[in-house]
């Protein structure tokens, strides 16, 4: 059984960098069948995609975030990370990691959703 | 970048009625589409992928519909569980995006 667990510091000065990891079980990162991302959901507000990155290494950012946004994978410790600079109080919310899939199928190609997530961390940005 | 605009934005209902949820692209998306279920204080859970698969262990009276930029959900009998958020969200072009959401309340 595929778990995720996010961790890292709940609170964070303004202009300084969030950062937060995921420690993937149950399955390797490098599995190429499947890819890996962040999302994030402020207090009693919607969801909001911040990026995904390929077992290759290729990323793909939100682009109202993408020049404070770096997605990583750590192979040696089968680990997801999440950096962005320059934080505010507007960056306060819950930060969720999760696996998606997606390729070839019966019907030609298909999405298979974001199946696995993490329980998901609190990150407070406050001076 | 593709919006989703969920609608109703609420959805007042009872137990074992029917509930459709709309969501609609701002361009075509195929049938790249998901469907999440968010109860309060828990992670979203995958209901529903490629606009009408249901997902693993998911309850037969969730089903999806829609392709291009219209899509749909339905419960066809509510149970008490199913009062929560649902969320749609595209894979069809980058970057991903969410639409807005949906409470289904009682």
């Known amino acids: 059984q595929v778990q995720l667990q996010e961790s890292g510091p709940g609170l964070v000065k303004p202009s300084e960098t969030l950062s937060l990891s995921c420690t993937v079980s149950?399955?390797?990162?490098?599995?190429?069948?499947?890819?890996w991302g962040w999302i994030r959901q402020p207090p009693g507000k919607g969801l909001e995609w911040i990026g995904s990155?390929?077992?290759?290494?290729?990323?793909y950012y939100n682009p109202s975030l993408k020049s404070r946004v770096t997605v990583s994978l750590d192979t040696s410790t089968n680990t997801l990370s999440l950096r962005l600079s320059s934080v505010a109080a507007t960056d306060t919310a819950v930060y969720y990691c999760?696996?998606?899939?997606?390729?070839?199928?019966?019907?030609?190609?298909?999405?298979?959703?974001?199946?696995?997530w993490g329980q998901g961390t609190m990150v407070t940005v406050s001076s | 970048e593709t919006v989703l605009t969920q609608y109703p934005a609420t959805l007042s209902l009872s137990p074992g009625e029917r509930a459709s949820l709309s969501c609609k692209a701002s361009?075509?998306?195929?049938?790249?589409l998901a469907w999440y279920q968010q109860k309060p204080g828990q992670a979203p859970r995958l209901l529903i992928y490629?606009?009408?698969n249901r997902a693993t262990d998911i309850p037969a009276r969730f089903s999806g519909s829609g392709s291009g930029t219209d899509f749909t959900l339905t419960i066809s009998s509510l149970e008490p569980e199913d009062f929560a958020v649902y969320y749609c969200?595209?894979?069809?072009?980058?970057?991903?995006?969410f639409g807005g959401g949906t409470r289904v309340e009682i």
């Open positions: 999760a696996r998606a899939r997606e390729g070839p199928s019966p019907t030609g190609y298909s999405y298979y959703g974001m199946d696995v």
């Open positions: 149950g399955d390797s990162i490098s599995n190429r069948v499947y890819y």
């Open positions: 990155i390929y077992p290759s290494g290729t990323t």
């Open positions: 361009q075509s998306i195929t049938t790249y």
């Open positions: 490629d606009a009408s």
């Open positions: 969200q595209q894979r069809g072009t980058w970057p991903l995006t």
